[in-house]
């Protein structure tokens, strides 16, 4: 009983989640848990369940007394969660860095490559999608599934922030160009086996997604290192917020 209650709590999460991504509700809308269980066809315990999951994520909020509402992006979220991927996602690179294979460095060079034809086309949308891939593959290659799990988590909770944030203008060409040579530098550490640099190039990078994209979106470089910190929101497009991130 106990397994099939967490299985339905599992699945309500996972149409939730899709739900609230896709925009079907806007910040500040109340989610009802009688009518959730009406339309899922699952009873409360597991669609609270899910809602007190998607709460510790960031999505949602439960307000005693009133209820669950969707969470409303504000710029200091993004901070915050630009800052802890920056952390995870240089460690990542470490990982990787020590970990992936000669098969694997040479698909990462093979969408690095496409990647660059795509900022000489001034393509956008091919870049998204390869950027993405990019930073996927390096996590995969980390070799730790716990860690693909949480920075997956966190570029969610990023799309959903930024899709409803305002932008402060359009950067994406200057930003491609600038993180073309950053995707250069991350590659060529993990080629040569550079862990530590590696680690610095990618945290860097995830910093400068930030500083990059709105001038309310402040994080810290790196001490020392606040020259080298620009991308392109990690290849945000508010058109298409599933691929960029």
């Not at 397994?3 to 109340?30: K, M, V």
């Not at 086309?121 to 290659?141: M, P, S, T």
């Not at 995830?206 to 929101?233: I, K, N």
Request: aromatic letters at 6%; a neutral charge.
């Amino acid at each position: 009983m106990v397994s099939q209650r967490l299985n339905r709590s599992g699945q309500a999460y996972e149409q939730l989640t899709a739900e609230i991504l896709r925009g079907r509700w806007q910040p500040g809308d109340t989610l009802s848990t009688y009518a959730l269980s009406e339309e899922l066809q699952i009873s409360r315990t597991p669609i609270s369940e899910a809602l007190k999951r998607l709460e510790s994520e960031g999505l949602v909020e439960i307000i005693p007394q009133v209820g669950c509402r969707v969470v409303r992006p504000s710029s200091t979220a993004v901070t915050e969660l630009f800052a802890i991927r920056g952390v995870l996602e240089g460690l990542a690179a470490e990982a990787a860095a020590k970990a992936m294979s000669a098969k694997q460095l040479a698909e990462l060079g093979g969408v690095l490559e496409r990647m660059e034809v795509a900022i000489d086309r001034a393509d956008e949308v091919a870049y998204g999608d390869l950027n993405y891939q990019f930073h996927l593959k390096i996590i995969e290659g980390s070799g730790m599934p716990r860690l693909i799990q949480t920075v997956e988590g966190l570029w969610s909770l990023l799309r959903y922030q930024l899709a409803r944030l305002p932008f402060a203008g359009d950067q994406m060409g200057e930003s491609m160009a600038k993180s073309r040579i950053e995707h250069r530098a991350i590659f060529e550490a993990l080629e040569r086996r550079g862990a530590k640099r590696a680690r610095t190039f990618a945290e860097q990078h995830t910093v400068g997604a930030a500083t990059a994209s709105s001038p309310t979106w402040r994080v810290s470089p790196p001490r020392g290192e606040e020259e080298r910190s620009h991308d392109t929101a990690v290849g945000i497009d508010r058109s298409c917020p599933r691929r960029h991130v």
